[in-house]
């Protein structure tokens, strides 16, 4: 997901993207302990999405003071 996709969610879009990028995350690695993916990837994609997410709240809430 590109950072301007990010930008246009709303607050509320942006904390349930989060948590759904988390526990999608979480699957993932789990899957990848037991058995390798097909595109490892997949995880550093997982975790640079959570960190745009984070980072866009993270600007927001400086915004707003």
């Known amino acids: 997901m590109k950072i301007a996709e990010v930008r246009e969610l709303s607050d509320k ?3 349930e993207r989060l948590d759904a990028e988390k526990i999608a995350l979480n699957q993932l690695v789990l899957n990848h302990s037991v058995s390798p993916l097909d595109a490892p990837t997949k995880i550093k994609e997982k975790r640079r999405d959570i960190a745009r997410f984070l980072t ?3 600007h927001r ?3 707003n003071k």
Do not use: G, T
């Open 13 to 15: 879009e942006l904390k």
């Open 61 to 63: 809430e400086l915004k």
């Open 56 to 58: 866009e709240i993270r």
